[in-house]
């Protein structure tokens, strides 16, 4: 795909939607990295269900800390793998509490340290929470970056250098929003809804759908 498409298509998709977001719902950095640690394999409808009610109750590392795994698994047991991620946010909250004065740090370093916390976690909390130009890959932005040859890559790393490479910087705040909320929405898995994509006559998936 040529730089000239490219740029098109993010005009396009910033004209739709000029100031995205995540849909997890958080009014913290601390909100914002548990409920994207809890998001790993889970709907963002299912986390916001739980972090609904778990966040009036608990919304800083003491408060979790204080509620202990046991705890904190009532809140979560809807979510999958719930077990594991009860474990790692209270272990998170610890070493935020040991570490780093209670506040989530804005380093890629420090947050990949924390348990439970990856290389995409780490990009949603430092582009959500802190404005950091990154590109958290996941499983929507893989496939409407390959699909529609954007950026094709093997893998989500490959991906993600891609678009670090290609997306030009005034859009690069922004970007990750625009694609995952495509993928979820228009670029769907197993049926992508072509015939009202608007980026449909850029994009150069060979196979679209009416």
Request: charged share 25%; aromatic share 6%; net charge positive.
């Amino acid at each position: 795909m040529n730089k000239q498409k490219r740029l098109e298509i993010l005009t396009r998709l910033r004209e739709a939607n000029p100031h995205p977001t995540t849909e997890l719902k958080f009014s913290t950095p601390f909100e914002l990295l548990v409920a994207v640690t809890l998001s790993a394999q889970a709907t963002d409808v299912s986390v916001n269900k739980a972090t609904d009610k778990l966040f009036p109750v608990a919304n800083t590392p003491q408060a979790i800390v204080d509620l202990g795994v046991e705890g904190l698994k009532e809140y979560i047991k809807t979510i999958g793998l719930f077990n594991s991620k009860a474990n790692n946010v209270v272990k998170l909250s610890q070493i935020l509490l040991d570490k780093h004065g209670g506040e989530v740090p804005e380093s890629r370093e420090a947050l990949e340290a924390l348990p439970g916390v990856g290389r995409k976690t780490a990009n949603v909390v430092l582009n959500t929470a802190f404005g950091w130009p990154t590109i958290a890959v996941d499983t929507h932005i893989f496939r409407v970056s390959n699909r529609t040859k954007f950026a094709m890559g093997k893998d989500v790393v490959a991906v993600e250098q891609k678009l670090e490479k290609v997306v030009p910087k005034e859009f690069k705040v922004d970007v990750h929003h625009w694609l995952i909320l495509h993928g979820r929405y228009t670029c769907v898995a197993r049926k992508p809804k072509c015939g009202s994509c608007i980026i449909e006559d850029l994009c150069e998936f060979k196979d679209k759908t009416e």
